[in-house]
């Protein structure tokens, strides 16, 4: 019964789209008779409803739709169930195109830890420029990238220390840049960011984290546990790359107060491995993985409505 209101709505809408007389039928509606009785024009028969939907792609789909049968203007016991799985895949659509951004950190990073593993202190830098064959979202060939991607869920608040003279930023998992206490920068580090191009030691805290907070740090407070961090170093001689590599290789990741574990490098070739998202047929089970819905993950009502809804 909760769902009965949704489907009325959808099925007042088919009734209005559904014409009263024969689409085929060149026939006008005689006029009433002297004594009261309406008469009506023939009926084109019926369509069956889960029939003509599966028949009918593209636009000839929602005609169907339209024209699926009412009794008494209600809906048919079958044309509740079609409107009810039109709802559920119209929903499901919507709930998929809300979610791209984090499908698509989602797909980077298992692309990545598929080929170098998985860690904090794992950040594969390119040590060339990238190019039409890079499988990764919108890279560009101007600048040297490092990706790494961190659980705060595991590690607690983490530490990035960057050199100087780099353009990156701190994503939460929705590619929303991770606001900066003071409230004057979001997710910038580096030339945009609160260091200036100078480079500095950046804290990076969990969704709803009430800890002590040292000072010496700019503090990133993250709306999810899976944080993105997104670097690039610029060159100056396209020919001459090892600079710029060298400067990225400088980063170091760890958990605050741990600051001995090692880094590992790697070095992503331009058909290193796949890191972009949709790769399967059936993206469902990625969205609803509990390792990605953190406490600040979903945070738009109605999408969160959608996703949610049996």
């Given at each position: 019964m909760k769902h009965l209101p949704a489907i009325f709505i959808l099925a007042v809408l088919a009734a209005a789209c559904n014409p009263a007389d024969?689409?085929?039928?060149?026939?006008?509606?005689?006029?009433?008779q002297e004594t009261g009785k309406e008469q009506t024009s023939p009926?084109?028969?019926?369509?069956?409803?889960?029939?003509s939907?599966?028949?009918?792609?593209?636009?000839?789909?929602?005609?169907?739709?339209?024209?699926?049968p009412f009794e008494e203007n209600r809906p048919t016991t079958e044309t509740a169930k079609t409107l009810k799985e039109e709802l559920l895949f119209q929903r499901a659509t919507?709930?998929?195109?809300?979610?791209?951004?984090?499908?698509?950190?989602?797909?980077?990073?298992?692309?990545?830890e598929e080929k170098f593993g998985g860690g904090y202190n794992v950040l594969p830098i390119w040590k060339k420029r990238l190019d039409a064959k890079t499988l990764v979202t919108?890279?560009?060939?101007?600048?040297?990238?490092?990706?790494g991607y961190v659980d705060l869920g595991e590690t607690g608040p983490l530490v990035y220390e960057a050199p100087p003279m780099l353009q990156s930023i701190l994503l939460d998992?929705?590619?929303?840049?991770?606001?900066?206490?003071?409230?004057?920068?979001?997710?910038?580090?580096?030339?945009?960011?609160?260091?200036?191009?100078k480079g500095g030691k950046f804290l990076i805290l969990p969704p709803g984290?009430?800890?002590?907070?040292?000072?010496?740090?700019?503090?990133?407070?993250s709306g999810t546990n899976n944080v993105f961090i997104f670097l690039r170093?610029?060159?100056?001689?396209?020919?001459?790359?090892?600079?710029?590599?060298?400067?990225?290789?400088?980063?170091?990741?760890?958990?605050?107060?741990?600051?001995?574990?090692?880094?590992?490098?790697?070095s992503p070739t331009d058909r290193a491995n796949r890191s972009i998202c949709c790769r399967a047929a059936t993206p469902a089970p990625s969205i609803n993985s509990s390792t990605w819905w953190t406490p600040r993950a979903a945070t738009w009502p109605a999408p969160t409505g959608w996703a949610c809804w049996r």
């Open positions: 024969d689409a085929g039928s060149n026939q006008t509606p005689r006029p009433a009926q084109a028969p019926e369509p069956e409803a889960t029939d939907l599966a028949a009918s792609p593209g636009a000839d789909r929602f005609e169907a739709l339209a024209s699926i919507q709930t998929y195109l809300w979610a791209m951004p984090l499908i698509n950190t989602m797909g980077m990073k298992v692309g990545s919108t890279p560009n060939s101007d600048v040297i990238y490092a990706m998992f929705w590619q929303r840049p991770i606001p900066v206490d003071g409230g004057d920068y979001f997710g910038d580090i580096g030339f945009f960011g609160p260091d200036q191009g984290y009430d800890g002590e907070v040292p000072d010496g740090y700019y503090v990133y407070r170093s610029f060159f100056k001689d396209p020919k001459d790359l090892a600079p710029a590599v060298e400067l990225l290789e400088q980063s170091k990741i760890y958990p605050l107060g741990k600051r001995t574990v090692p880094s590992r490098w790697n």
